[in-house]
């Protein structure tokens, strides 16, 4: 359905009243003030994330199924594992938090359960607990609170042998958080953080839902996810303002999709978005040509640091259509966490691909040396 925005003589006075005017501010300082090209994103951004949540879906069922049925075999210490009080998901787990509290991580473990069982009924199907559990509940099995109890004696053997708790339990999360946005009808398109753009997501979906369930080849077609090809049919640069040229927009994407690769660990379109004969120059002084150095490169940091987050701040586009400043922040582990600031100097070949990235790092933390204390000087 396309909705006809000329029926209205005054488009900003109903669209508030349907949107409110901080939801539609967001679509119109896109479309440079078009109400029609606003409403046109608005019923694209919707379109968009129905298609990220079929696959969400699909992820969704088969991970509560796997993680079930994982524990009604092994979990013998009392009943169903849902339902007995003693089990890994219902007893106390106290924890430890940053500031010194002590919480229970299953709190709201044992609140989801309660909110599934069926209204006025002491006995309830294991069945239809596990159906009207939300994702966050089965999101919240894999993170760090539950390794000794779920982890590594239960759900470990769900996923191939050597698969890293902490590194699945991000894109886990992942997923849940991109999902609750969709449910809540936000806006989908320029993420602030590039591991949350749709086709990161939907990447991380295709490859989680193959480890559980490898026949399941209908995710992708022609090696397109569900998302890509949506983007593909449907690209965003048909809606928003010329002012935003379609060079611009696929600069924008392909930065941001790499910066998500060091997130979610997937290269598998790095030659999509590199020249062969790039060159890379690292902040700390290391430089890269051409990506049979790059893929070296990438290998070893993969095998000794894990990216928690590289979160865009802001892109300036040159003149020469060429040129791209990326502001951003940097966070890692490798023998410890750490975090920066930084700038890359992004520079794209006639293709349209990256042939060089000039780094420059900043202290994440800021001091004010000068800046005058109340009530000094006088």
């Not at 979990?75 to 219902?90: F, I, T």
């Not at 609140?111 to 999101?139: C, M, N, Q, Y």
């Not at 539950?146 to 992942?174: C, F, K, M, S």
């Amino acid at each position: 359905m396309t909705l006809d925005i000329e029926k209205s003589a005054a488009p900003l006075m109903w669209m508030e009243r349907w949107l409110s005017e901080p939801r539609l501010r967001r679509y119109l300082d896109v479309c440079q003030g078009d109400f029609a090209r606003a409403l046109e994103l608005y019923e694209w951004n919707l379109d968009l994330g129905a298609a990220l949540m079929k696959d969400i879906a699909y992820f969704e069922v088969a991970l509560r199924n796997a993680y079930d049925r994982m524990m009604r075999e092994r979990y013998v210490e009392g009943g169903n594992w849902l339902l007995d009080d003693q089990s890994p998901v219902n007893r106390e787990l106290p924890r430890k938090t940053r500031s010194g509290s002590v919480r229970d991580a299953n709190a709201l473990n044992r609140k989801a359960i309660k909110d599934a069982l069926t209204p006025g009924r002491r006995e309830a199907a294991p069945g239809s607990v596990v159906a009207h559990l939300p994702f966050g509940f089965w999101a919240h099995l894999s993170d760090r609170a539950h390794e000794r109890v779920l982890w590594i004696p239960y759900l470990q053997r769900v996923w191939p042998r050597g698969t890293n708790r902490a590194e699945l339990d991000a894109r886990i999360r992942l997923i849940n958080e991109r999902r609750n946005r969709i449910a809540h009808h936000e806006r989908l398109f320029q993420s602030s953080k590039a591991e949350l753009e749709p086709v990161a997501v939907d990447r991380i979906i295709v490859d989680l839902l193959y480890q559980l369930v490898p026949e399941g080849s209908w995710l992708l077609s022609d090696g397109e996810t569900r998302v890509e090809r949506f983007l593909r049919e449907h690209p965003l640069d048909a809606i928003i303002s010329s002012n935003c040229s379609k060079a611009t927009s696929t600069q924008e994407r392909a930065i941001q999709d790499y910066f998500a690769m060091w997130v979610t660990r997937d290269f598998s379109r790095f030659d999509e978005l590199f020249s062969p004969c790039c060159r890379y120059e690292e902040c700390y002084g290391p430089i890269y040509e051409g990506t049979e150095e790059l893929h070296r490169w990438i290998e070893h940091m993969l095998a000794i640091q894990h990216v928690m987050a590289w979160d865009i701040h802001d892109m300036v586009f040159a003149a020469d259509g060429r040129s791209v400043t990326v502001a951003w922040t940097f966070v890692a582990t490798e023998r410890e966490s750490y975090t920066f600031d930084g700038c890359s100097v992004i520079h794209f070949d006639e293709q349209g691909r990256i042939d060089s990235i000039r780094e420059f790092e900043a202290k994440h933390e800021r001091r004010f040396p000068q800046r005058r204390k109340e009530g000094a000087g006088q």
